[in-house]
C-alpha cells in the first residue's frame, strides 16, 4: 500500500468535499476568517450558556409556584360559584376571580420573560458553536496542511529520508492517525453545522411564541378591568344591600322572559310583512351584519369567564369598541322596543325575518323610536358601557353586547355573522 498516495487521494477528496459542501452552509458565511478563537472566548460564551439557563430555571420555578396559587383560587372560585346567590357571595366570588386574574397577569408576564431568556440562550448557543466551529476549521486547515507537506512524497523516498526503520514505520503511523484525525473533524464540522440550523429555528420558534405571549398579556389585562368594573358596576346597582340585590336577580330573570314573550308576539304579528321585506333573510340566504367594529370581541357566548355568569348565562357577545361608537342595524326590521333595565341598562330589540331577532344593549344613547322599520346598516344609537354612567346598567366595561335570538331563545351570534 502506498500510504503517501493514499493521503494524497484522501486530501483531494476532502478539498472537493468542502468545497460542495461548505458553501451550502450560509449560517456560516461569516466563520472562514483567519483570525484564530481563544479558549477563553470559548470558556466565556459557554459560561453564558450556563448563567442564562439558570435564569430559565428559576423562571420555570417561578411559573410553577403561581400556577399552584392560580390553582386554589380557582378552587374557591368553583365552591362560591355554587353557592347561593347572595350579594356576599357574588362579591366574594368577584373579588376571587379578581386575585387570580391579577395572578394569571403576572403568570403571562413571567411566560414573555421566560421565552426572552429562551430566546437569549438560543442566540448564546449559536455563538459558541459558531466559535466552536471556527476552532474545528482551523485545526482541520492544519491537519490538511501537514497532508499536503506529505502529499508528493512517495513511498520509497519516505523510506530513504528516515534514518531508522522504526522511524519510518513512526511517521506511517502518524499519517494514519491525521486522516483519522480529518474524518473526524469533518464529522464535527457536520454535526455543529446541523445543530446550528437546529438552533436558528428555535430562535424563530420564541420569537413567534413571544408575540402570542404579548396578546395573550393584553386579553388577561382586559379581563382583569373586567372583573373589576363589574364588582364597581354590581355594588352600584345594589347599592350594596342584600334585599336590592335580590329585587334586581328576580327583575332580570322576569325581564328576561318578557323581552322573548314580546319579541315572538311582535313577530307574529309582522311575519307576512318581515318576509316580503328581507325575503333572503328569511331563508337564510344572507348572513346579519356585524352592528360595530369587531376586532376585539371581549366576552363570548355562555362565556365561562363571564363574571355575572353565577347569576346568569351570558346570552350574546361583548364588542369592545369606544363609548359613543354609532351601532347599526344588523338587517332590516322593526323596532320591538327600546327600554332601559338593569342588567342591560339603555338596550333596543329589533325583530327581522325568519323568527330571528337581534339585542344591542349598553348604549349610551338611542337613535330610533319603537314601531318604526329600519334598514340593514341603519344607525339605531350609539355605545356606551362604562360603568357608573346613564344606561350602563351591570356592565364590566365600554362595549356593545349583542344578542341574537331565534324563536325567542338566544342563540349564538356568531352563527349569524360572518367571520370576524
Do not use: C
Not at 492517525?177 to 473533524?185: K, N, Q, R, S
Not at 413571544?210 to 363589574?230: H, I, P
Request: glycine content about 6%; proline content about 3%; cysteine-free.
Amino acid at each position: 500500500m502506498n500510504v503517501m498516495k493514499y493521503s494524497r487521494t484522501l486530501f483531494i477528496a476532502l478539498l472537493i468535499g468542502l468545497a460542495v459542501w461548505g458553501p451550502s452552509q450560509a449560517v456560516f458565511a461569516d466563520t472562514g476568517a483567519a483570525s484564530s478563537v481563544s479558549d477563553a472566548a470559548v470558556g466565556q460564551a459557554k459560561q453564558q450558556v450556563d448563567d442564562i439557563s439558570a435564569q430559565v430555571k428559576a423562571k420555570q420555578q417561578t411559573l410553577k409556584e403561581l400556577d399552584a396559587v392560580i390553582g386554589k383560587y380557582k378552587d374557591r372560585i368553583q365552591e362560591q360559584a355554587n353557592a347561593q346567590a347572595t350579594l356576599q357571595n357574588e362579591v366574594g366570588l368577584l373579588d376571587n376571580r379578581i386575585q387570580e386574574r391579577q395572578l394569571a397577569v403576572e403568570r403571562t408576564k413571567a411566560q414573555i420573560d421566560l421565552a426572552l431568556l429562551e430566546q437569549q440562550r438560543v442566540e448564546a448557543q449559536i455563538s459558541l458553536a459558531e466559535q466552536q466551529f471556527s476552532r474545528k476549521k482551523e485545526t482541520l486547515g492544519s491537519i490538511l496542511g501537514e497532508l499536503q507537506d506529505a502529499q508528493g512524497v512517495s513511498l520509497f523516498e519516505a523510506f530513504l529520508s528516515n534514518p531508522s526503520l522504526s522511524e519510518f514505520f513512526a511517521r506511517v503511523e502518524q499519517l494514519n492517525f491525521i486522516e483519522t484525525d480529518v474524518t473526524d473533524a469533518v464529522t464535527d464540522l457536520k454535526t455543529l453545522s446541523s445543530e446550528l440550523n437546529q438552533k436558528k429555528a428555535e430562535l424563530e420558534t420564541y420569537r413567534t411564541q413571544l408575540e402570542t405571549q404579548r396578546a395573550d398579556l393584553e386579553k388577561v389585562q382586559m379581563q382583569l378591568e373586567g372583573e373589576r368594573s363589574a364588582k364597581t358596576s354590581l355594588l352600584a346597582e345594589t347599592s350594596q344591600q342584600e334585599s336590592e340585590f335580590q329585587r334586581i336577580l328576580y327583575e332580570l330573570r322576569q325581564q328576561q322572559q318578557e323581552e322573548a314573550n314580546a319579541a315572538a308576539s311582535l313577530e307574529e304579528k309582522l311575519k307576512a310583512k318581515l318576509d316580503t321585506i328581507d325575503s333572503a333573510l328569511a331563508r337564510g340566504d344572507v348572513l346579519l351584519n356585524w352592528p360595530v367594529p369587531h376586532s376585539r370581541i371581549t366576552t363570548e357566548f355562555h362565556d365561562p369567564d363571564y363574571p355575572f355568569r353565577k347569576l346568569f348565562e351570558h346570552p350574546g357577545i361583548d364588542i369592545a369598541v369606544p363609548r359613543g361608537t354609532p351601532v347599526h342595524a344588523a338587517a332590516g326590521g322593526y323596532i320591538a322596543f327600546t327600554r332601559t333595565g338593569t342588567q342591560y341598562g339603555n338596550y333596543i330589540m329589533i325583530v327581522h325575518s325568519g323568527g330571528v331577532a337581534t339585542v344591542y344593549a349598553h348604549l349610551s344613547k338611542f337613535n330610533v323610536k319603537p314601531d318604526t322599520y329600519v334598514e340593514r346598516g341603519d344607525v339605531i344609537g350609539y355605545s356606551g358601557g362604562v360603568p357608573g354612567d346613564q344606561g350602563a346598567g351591570l356592565s364590566t366595561g365600554a362595549h356593545l353586547h349583542f344578542e341574537v335570538r331565534q324563536n325567542g331563545i338566544p342563540t349564538n351570534p356568531r352563527q349569524f355573522l360572518p367571520s370576524a
